[in-house]
């Protein structure tokens, strides 16, 4: 018998249920729940409260939503202190549409907990994998690179349209200069992590190679979908990256299939970047790819540029798994390599 036991993470406490297999849906709200610290004595309280509901040995998970630092430090409290509860970690906009689909009018802590519950106990969610350090070392910094690199951006358009005061010009001045120097610490700790990981550099070595590919984007792949070797097919790591395809087509009603959108929006937005790169000359695959969707299949340029991406983004994975850099001929010889197996 397993159980699930959903939790409603927040910044001081979570709000923990325990959802036994048995448990209907008509009797929501009888599900057990309480309110924990959220803390190591926190998550040892919590455990002691699992056994209390279990007094034969069952199997027990966990199921929570992600929410950045508070369900990363969460669950490692909780691997820490019970590696068995193997904990599952989904995306928010799931679990509020598991939400709605119970048809639950309220949503508080212990309506979430006990809605997480039930979903873990329907879905039965994989165990989350946490990236390895140097790798959550990478996206903390890429991240952090995010920020510092738009309020740059926004400062000096603040200082553009600044007026004739010299004291806010000086400011504003002086601001734009200690972001640049946090940019060049970030760049030198990204140098030295680098140097410290040859399997990283080494991805980045490979991912760089593609046409219209630069460090930023590489590392931002990187940072954000992890080491792209674990997806078991391409069609995955286009989806995480929000670049798959989503028909809607409903009775008389055909309408063309769109980005799906669900995946990472900063993925998007560097393979944008990196796609329009690519496409700007014709020598290389990419581009001739784009300009065969738009001429030959009667495409919109957007529509090209998207099946850019997401070919990009597929390129970067097969690259990672054979080790090997870009070669404009490196599909065709892909294929050949198919027809004989």
């Known amino acids: 018998m397993e159980i699930w036991s959903g939790i409603d993470v927040a910044k001081k406490t979570f709000e923990a249920s325990w959802v036994a297999p048995e448990t209907d849906l008509r009797e929501f709200h009888r599900i057990p729940h309480k309110e924990f610290q959220m803390s190591r004595r926190g998550v040892r309280q919590y455990l002691n409260w699992l056994q209390s509901h279990s007094p034969t040995p069952v199997s027990i998970r966990v199921i929570m939503e992600a929410t950045g630092r508070y369900s990363l430090k969460l669950f490692s409290w909780l691997v820490d202190c019970d590696p068995q509860l193997a904990p599952a970690i989904v995306n928010p906009k799931q679990a509020r549409h598991f939400h709605v689909s119970l048809g639950l009018r309220n949503k508080t802590d212990s309506v979430d907990a ?40 926004a400062e000096k358009s603040r200082l553009e349209n600044a007026g004739d005061a010299r004291s806010v010009r000086n400011l504003l001045k002086d601001h734009i200069r200690y972001l640049e120097r946090l940019l060049e610490k970030i760049q030198t700790a990204l140098d030295k992590l680098l140097e410290r990981n040859p399997s990283i550099r080494r991805d980045l070595e490979l991912l760089i190679s593609i046409p219209g590919v630069g460090q930023i984007t590489a590392l931002t792949v990187l940072a954000e979908l992890g080491d792209l070797r674990r997806f078991n097919r391409s069609r995955q790591v286009s989806a995480m990256a929000g670049l798959s395809p989503h028909n809607q087509n409903s009775g008389t009603s055909r309408n063309s299939a769109r980005m799906d959108r669900m995946g990472n929006p900063e993925v998007r937005r560097v393979l944008y970047m990196a796609a329009l790169a690519a496409t700007r000359y014709e020598n290389n695959h990419l581009a001739r790819t784009y300009l065969h969707l738009i001429d030959d299949n009667g495409l919109c340029k957007m529509a090209a540029l998207v099946a850019v991406m997401r070919k990009m983004i597929v390129l970067m994975r097969a690259l990672l798994i054979s080790n090997s850099i870009y070669q404009d001929d490196f599909h065709s010889q892909a294929k050949k390599r198919s027809a004989k197996k």
């Open 114 to 153: 006990r809605a997480l519950g039930l979903m873990g106990r329907e879905r039965n969610p994989r165990p989350y994998e946490p990236p390895e350090p140097p790798r959550q070392e990478l996206k903390e910094l890429m991240r952090q690179r995010k920020v510092l690199t738009e309020t740059l951006v």
